[in-house]
């Protein structure tokens, strides 16, 4: 079975300096990886997508996410934070294989900017 | 660009009675998806839905629970006796192909049982 690790709840930082988002993944086939973000009263927005491509992906936004099998490790960055980037962030896996269809979600990092 | 649309956005009801949320996919996808997120917890898993019946569902899509696609472009949930600890905000999604790949979302309905 799949599953999700977001390695901090809650990550704070200055506008206009990087943002680090860790997420590892566990998959017991090929995983199709992404990150969604979810701003207050919104729904859930795809920001990004792996599926066994190219291992750096770019996202809306300014973001990208670097999928590495060796640390089973799917970090989201951005060079520089807006406020606007403000979210909850969550890293979702499925599986390419097995044919099951559902997202499997981690818990959510929650972003703050500070001005 | 398309959006997934869910109504109402806010549902209030009282314990014991049916409520049915209401999805309108994107027009062209064919799988069907609803997702449950009670506070402060994850986005969890609840039924999917493809070629008109359910393909796969979670532990906590039970009895209670049912899909239906009653029309070409309507996807509704169904709780037939809601419960306390159903409070929680319902996500639809839907996407134009299974296996892994991305799902869109709609905005949710928050449902609060009284």
């Known amino acids: 079975a799949q599953s999700v690790t977001q390695l901090d709840s809650h990550v704070s930082v200055s506008e206009g300096t990087p943002v680090l988002l860790r997420c590892n993944y566990s998959?017991?086939?090929?995983?199709?990886l992404f990150w969604y973000v979810q701003h207050p009263n919104k729904g859930l927005q795809l920001l990004l997508k792996?599926?066994?491509?190219?291992?750096l992906v770019k996202g809306i936004n300014g973001f990208e996410a670097e999928f590495k099998k060796s640390e089973t490790s799917f970090h989201l960055t951005k060079p520089s934070a807006h406020m606007s980037d403000a979210a909850e962030y969550f890293c979702?896996?499925?599986?390419?294989?097995?044919?099951?269809?559902?997202?499997?979600f981690g818990k959510g990092t929650r972003l703050s900017v500070i001005a | 660009e398309p959006e997934v649309t869910q109504t109402p956005s806010h549902q209030v009801t009282q314990m014991g009675q049916e409520v049915i949320l209401r999805c309108v996919p994107i027009?062209?996808?064919?799988?069907f998806y609803w997702y449950r997120q009670i506070l402060g917890q994850k986005v969890e898993f609840l039924v999917s839905?493809?070629?008109?019946?359910?393909?796969?569902k979670s532990e906590i899509f039970d009895d209670q629970f049912s899909v239906e696609r009653p029309d070409g472009s309507n996807f509704t949930l169904k709780i037939r006796s809601t419960k306390l600890e159903d409070s929680a905000m319902y996500f639809c999604?839907?996407?134009?192909?299974?296996?892994?790949?991305?799902?869109?979302f709609g905005d949710g309905t928050r449902l609060s049982i009284l």
């Open positions: 792996y599926t066994s491509a190219a291992t």
């Open positions: 979702v896996v499925s599986d390419l294989d097995s044919g099951n269809t559902p997202l499997v």
């Open positions: 839905f493809y070629n008109n019946e359910i393909s796969e």
């Open positions: 998959s017991s086939y090929s995983p199709s």
């Open positions: 999604a839907s996407s134009d192909r299974g296996h892994g790949q991305p799902q869109h």
């Open positions: 027009s062209n996808h064919l799988y």
